[in-house]
């Protein structure tokens, strides 16, 4: 038996956390030891983030409270140095439809290239989650629409705080 502790990266910009993130983690955090949760600070393909990464980060700590073998970590560098770095072997992604598949295997590509070493592991996206996304959650927030079902109420009341058009 190996004593060593098995980690795995969860990254993502989480600008907010849904339910379907929280879905992933936990499902990841049910088959790791030790799930860490990367908070990226400024992401590069979706330009500015609506919630700075301090609350983006204290969404999911305390979406997450009651899983003991999760942390939160904010990150400004490549996925796969914080992987290192923390100790992971995997890196952790949700797919929800073809359109996530095509830009995870580019993603898998590129990153397989910098570090051969970590491997990326793909969970598929829970079928009541599969239609969830950040952004969709922030129009519908703008337009007033419920979202109480798809976010922490934390989250939820924040968006509105933030978004909602009077
Ligand atoms: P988004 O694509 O919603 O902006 P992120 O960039 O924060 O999300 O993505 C972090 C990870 O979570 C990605 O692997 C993404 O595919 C996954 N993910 C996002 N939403 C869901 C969902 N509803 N179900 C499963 N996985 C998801």
Redesign the pocket.
Known sequence: MSARRSVAL??????P?????L??IGRAAALWDEVVVGVVNH?VR?GATLFDVKERIAFIEEATAELPNVRVEGFSTLVVELARAVGARAIV????AIS?FEY?LEMNQLNRQQAPDIESVY?M??PR???????GVKELAIFGGVIDSLVPATVARRLREELARS
């Open positions: 969860c990254p993502g910009s989480y600008d956390v849904t339910n379907g993130h879905d992933i992401p979706k992604k949700g797919l929800r996530d995870e969970l996206a829970s989650y599969s239609f969830l996304s950040s952004s």
